[in-house]
């Protein structure tokens, strides 16, 4: 497994009924050949992107649950809605060449996956999310652990407050910007609750 150095934190709002709170991410940049973190029965990413992204996602939302369970937390439903806006923000960070949860033109990032998973019609509605890249390719396991070990995404992924997830994962053989050309693997975790 390669070296990993930890990055600035940063505030991440999560929106509540219309009120904002603030919730820190810490942007997680792992260094050196992250594919020695797949195991053998994993397909690397590199080798079969669109299959192997979507095993990874779904492998995910799987290990995500196995920590809620292990807690005595319900298990998250996968929301297609929150998949899709997950995936559109990690193809455009990877396109962009950024790394933040608000997109390339300012959109806060509770605004975008509102284009997807929508507010309207309902009593209550919160949204929530975790972001990682890593070089080349990762397994689920890698990801969720590197998560549980940062406190404000062991948050997201512990709260009692979410009904779904939505995960988009994306390989990019060189991806511009902050990924300087390199193979990367970029994670979204969307998180919501809508009553």
């Known amino acids: 497994m390669g070296d990993?150095?930890?990055?600035?934190?940063?505030?991440?709002p999560s929106m509540r009924g219309g009120a904002a709170l603030a919730i820190a991410l810490l942007m997680l940049v792992i260094s050196g050949?992250?594919?020695a973190s797949v195991s053998a029965n994993q397909t690397p990413a590199s080798r079969a992107p669109k299959t192997a992204m979507a095993a990874l996602e779904d492998a995910v939302v799987a290990r995500i649950?196995?920590?809620?369970?292990?807690?005595?937390?319900?298990?998250?439903?996968a929301s297609r809605r929150l998949a899709a806006a997950a995936d559109f923000?990690?193809?455009?960070?990877g396109r962009r060449g950024y790394f933040e949860h608000d997109s390339a033109n300012g959109t806060v990032f509770w605004r975008r996956i509102e284009r997807f998973y929508s507010?309207?019609?309902?009593?209550?509605?919160?949204?929530?999310?975790?972001?990682l890249w890593a070089s080349d390719s990762?397994?689920?396991?890698?990801?969720?652990?590197?998560?549980?070990?940062?406190?404000?995404?062991?948050?997201?992924?512990?709260?009692r407050d979410w009904r779904e997830v939505g995960?988009?994962?994306?390989?990019f053989a060189a991806a511009p910007g902050e990924y300087r050309g390199r193979s990367v693997t970029i994670l979204t975790a969307d998180f919501g609750a809508r009553t």
């Open 4 to 12: 990993s150095s930890a990055g600035r934190p940063t505030d991440l």
């Open 119 to 131: 507010s309207s019609g309902f009593r209550s509605w919160t949204v929530g999310e975790n972001l």
């Open 33 to 35: 050949v992250a594919a």
């Open 167 to 171: 995960i988009g994962a994306v390989y």
């Open 89 to 93: 923000h990690s193809r455009d960070m």
């Open 138 to 159: 990762y397994g689920a396991a890698y990801a969720v652990r590197e998560w549980m070990q940062s406190p404000p995404h062991r948050q997201n992924i512990l709260s």
């Open 65 to 77: 649950n196995q920590v809620r369970s292990r807690r005595g937390l319900r298990p998250l439903r």
